[in-house]
Structure formats: C-alpha cells, structure tokens
T-cell receptor, first 112, second 118 residues
Framework: DQQVKQNSPSLSVQEGRISILNCDYT??????FLWYKKYPAEGPTFLIS?????DKNEDGRFTVFLNKSAKHLSLHIVPSQPGDSAVYFC???????????FGKGTLLTVNP | GAGVSQTPSNKVTEKGKYVELRCDPI?????LYWYRQSLGQGPEFLIY????????DSGLPNDRFFAVRPEGSVSTLKIQRTERGDSAVYLC????????????????FGPGTRLTVL
C-alpha cells in the first residue's frame, strides 16, 4: 500500500510558465515533507522541504505548499526553465525522522 | 567538497552470485542510509547506520541482504545468492544528523549503483 502518491507520472510545461507537481500521503504521522529532483544517472538532489507546522515554504523559484487536512502537498516552479526538466520525487518522514518514504516520481519536461 | 560516491557505477552479475556495493559518505557525516530504486518506483529504504551500528535494518527484504559500516565511514551492502528481482539501482545517502532534536538534516545521495542480475 503506497503511503506517498504522485498520481501524475509526467508533466509537460512551456518555458516561463508555472509547473505544479502534486503529492498525496496517507499517514498522518508524517511531519516533514521534502522534494527531491533527479537527473538521469545521478542521485536525487534535495530541492526544498516543509515542516508540518507550516503551510508554505519558498526558495527562489520554488514554493512548496502543505495542506495537512487534505494530506496533500504541491511544488510550484515559476517561471519554469528547460534546466528544470527532471524527475521530481515527493518524500516524507515522521516518527523515526530518518526513514524517507518516496513517491514514484513525476517526470517534468519544460519545453523551450 | 566531495559528495557521496558509490562504486561500481554498474554491476552485471549472474543469478546466484554474490555482490558487494560500496558507499563513501560525505566526510564527517554520522548517518548513512541505503535505498533501492526499482524501475518506475521511488527509492525504498533498506537500512540506516548511525556511526558503526545499524540502527534500523527493517527495510532489508530478506536475509540475503546485509550491510556493514565497520569504521563509521565507508559502508558495504552485500547481497548473497542474487536473484533477478534484485536488479535495481542501489542508492546510498548520508547526513550529519544525530537526530537529537529539530527537523532531520538533508540526506545527500550518491549517484547509485545499477545492479543487473542475469
């Protein structure tokens, strides 16, 4: 049973527009949420995170929103750039605090 | 500084053979993790080390899998009697964390070892 779900396997966006990547989780014990970005043949790279005590965290072009009641988080990238093309993984931790649980990932393609 | 490195980058082996995968964490990081990423899936937790000891090995799929970190730095993931279902990318990550307080530190991932069992 998947505890972290990324229901869109892929997303295609035009350069300069907003990219919105979504993630749903089932376990209310999760209290820390992260987004990782992965290029082919590389390991995942940390992008941005949010604690359950917040509902928004912003870092440059990247903003993560958390809706705890809906158990939903999203990553907004604006403006999107071709270099943002990668697989984006949503990940969560809670309780043990070290074990990350990942979604299956969403392949983002930003077209020039 | 140097990131997490993993060797080999690719490993092809035959069913039934033994393999070792190596991870060099970022210097000074006390926490080390192994994850496995199968095709079309996200990384799945295997084992976590705090220093030399395996603090949580609950993600290891069965007793064919074993990992060590004898000096609290380099770690080796060992797989006995490999099966075709073991084919995946094995990722190692490290963090400075001692998990005493506050949010968890960022886990920094290596490039992974792609294991193919024929």
């Amino acid at each position: 049973d998947q505890q972290v779900k990324q229901n869109s396997p892929s997303l295609s966006v035009q350069e300069g527009r907003i990219s919105i990547l979504n993630c749903d989780y089932t376990n209310s014990m999760f209290d820390y949420f992260l987004w990782y970005k992965k290029y082919p043949a590389e390991g995942p790279t940390f992008l941005i995170s949010i604690s359950s005590i917040k509902d928004k965290n912003e870092d440059g072009r990247f903003t993560v929103f958390l809706n705890k009641s809906a158990k939903h988080l999203s990553l907004h990238i604006v403006p999107s750039q071709p270099g943002d093309s990668a697989v984006y993984f949503c990940a969560t931790s809670g309780g043990s605090n070290y074990k990350l649980t990942f979604g299956k990932g969403t392949l983002l393609t930003v077209n020039p | 500084g140097a990131g997490v490195s993993q060797t080999p980058s690719n490993k092809v082996t035959e069913k039934g053979k033994y393999v070792e995968l190596r991870c060099d964490p970022i210097s000074g990081h006390t926490a080390l993790y192994w994850y496995r990423q199968s095709l079309g899936q996200g990384p799945e937790f295997l084992i976590y080390f705090q220093g030399t000891g395996a603090a949580d090995d609950s993600g290891l799929p069965n007793d064919r899998f074993f990992a060590v970190r004898p000096e609290g730095s380099v770690s080796t993931l060992k797989i006995q009697r490999t099966e075709r279902g073991d084919s995946a990318v094995y990722l190692c990550a490290s963090s400075p964390d001692d998990f005493t307080s506050g949010p968890p530190d960022t886990q920094y991932f290596g490039p992974g070892t792609r294991l193919t069992v024929l």
